[in-house]
Structure formats: structure tokens, C-alpha cells
């Protein structure tokens, strides 16, 4: 049983969630060559434009029509900035499942920004797609992630040992990999009751495992 989302917009009162555009591609090139987005997802280092041109115009349209989930850009309504991504993957449409995924960009964070977005995706998953779960992975040292989690209602449903490879920095400036625990949380339409539209965070970052 597999299905596919439409092709949607999602506005808010400060962000608009659209389909990436070609026009988006030197700002996400930027977005993904921070220190941040390196450390904690699995993308290419350094990031380049051909790997931001591949994700805009070929991997990230394949999500949603191959039924596996769908891509938002995430942009300031008065400014049409990029804020960031927010990404809906590993769709489950039996179970009415997906898992979302999040990065902010540096000159955007402690603005609410992820918590806004999260919750926009989630009402509008819960509401207008009738899902029942979206699933979110955080690693355990991903202390923004996990704030952001908590903040939008998410529950904390354990720890996926080892699961995960992070990267940090050496001492000779190299990024190295490092294994890490996976902390796992869910929501569910009624986790969204009572939850503020008024939100902040610092910002986060979710695993992204298939941006190669």
C-alpha cells in the first residue's frame, strides 16, 4: 500500500514550506557546508553546488513521487529567504507513519524557526494527510535536536544504541567519524494538543541518511 503526497505549499505566519526551486541552490550549498549540518547528518564534506543541484532537481522530487516521503524548503515570508529544510522520509502509508528530519541555517537559528516548521508539517500530516505518527531520531549528543523535539510535544520512546555515525573534528582540523546513540521519539495527533504556536529554540538538526 503506497501513496504519494501532493505537491503542496504550507505557509505560517513568519515561514512559507515549498518545493525546492533551482533558484535555491547556492543557499543550500551554503546551508549544508556548516560545521553543524557536517557534524550531525551524513552529508557530503565540503558540499558543493553539483551535490545541491542533484538534491533540488533529481533526489528530492524522487522522494515524493516515489512515495517515500516529501521535501520542503523552508523560507522567510517577508524576506523569501532559506531558512531550511524539513524532510518527510521512510513513509510508512499502511501504518500512516513518517519520520521527519530538520536542518536550520546558521544565520537562522534561536528564531523558533525549527519548531515552527516541524509543527506546520505535523499539523498539516495529521490533519489534511490523516497520518498517525511521525517518528523523529535525534543523536544522543544533539542537544538543539532534542530541544526542538520536546518543544513540539515529541515523547521520548528510547535509545537505539550505536546506531548512528557522527562527525567531529581532530585536533589536525580532520573531520572524523564517531559512533553515537540514537535517542527515538514519536508524535501523535493528540501531542500536538496545547502546544503553543508561539515557539523557540536554538535551532536543529535531524539525521539525514540518503543526501549522497
Not at 530541544?147 to 589536525?172: D, P
Not at 559512533?179 to 539525521?207: C, H, K, N, Q, Y
Request: hydrophobic share 40%.
Amino acid at each position: 500500500m503506497t501513496g504519494t503526497f501532493p505537491n503542496v505549499s504550507i505557509s505560517t505566519e513568519r515561514l512559507v514550506l515549498r518545493p525546492f526551486e533551482e533558484s535555491d541552490i547556492d543557499a543550500f550549498a551554503e546551508m549544508m557546508n556548516d560545521e553543524l549540518v557536517t557534524a550531525w547528518t551524513s552529508v557530503p564534506y565540503p558540499y558543493t553546488e553539483a551535490h545541491a543541484r542533484q538534491w533540488i532537481t533529481e533526489l528530492a522530487p524522487a522522494e515524493r513521487t516515489e512515495g517515500r516521503g516529501i521535501v520542503f524548503a523552508v523560507t522567510e515570508f517577508l524576506t523569501q529567504r532559506l531558512v531550511g529544510i524539513v524532510h518527510l522520509q521512510n513513509t510508512n502509508w499502511r501504518v500512516r507513519s513518517s519520520e521527519i528530519a530538520y536542518v536550520v541555517a546558521p544565520w537562522a537559528r534561536g528564531e523558533g524557526y525549527a519548531s515552527e516548521a516541524a509543527i506546520a508539517t505535523a499539523q498539516w500530516l495529521f490533519g489534511d494527510q490523516k497520518f498517525e505518527r511521525i517518528e523523529l531520531r535525534t543523536a544522543a549528543d544533539n542537544t538543539a535536536s532534542q530541544q526542538v523535539a520536546q518543544r513540539i510535544g515529541c515523547i521520548s520512546e528510547g535509545v537505539l544504541r550505536g546506531a548512528w555515525i557522527a562527525r567531529s573534528r581532530t585536533e589536525s582540523g580532520e573531520w572524523a567519524d564517531v559512533r553515537t546513540d540514537v535517542i527515538v521519539w514519536s508524535l501523535l495527533p493528540e501531542d500536538l494538543d496545547g502546544i503553543s504556536e508561539e515557539l523557540a529554540d536554538t535551532g536543529g538538526f535531524t539525521s539525514f541518511s540518503n543526501w549522497n
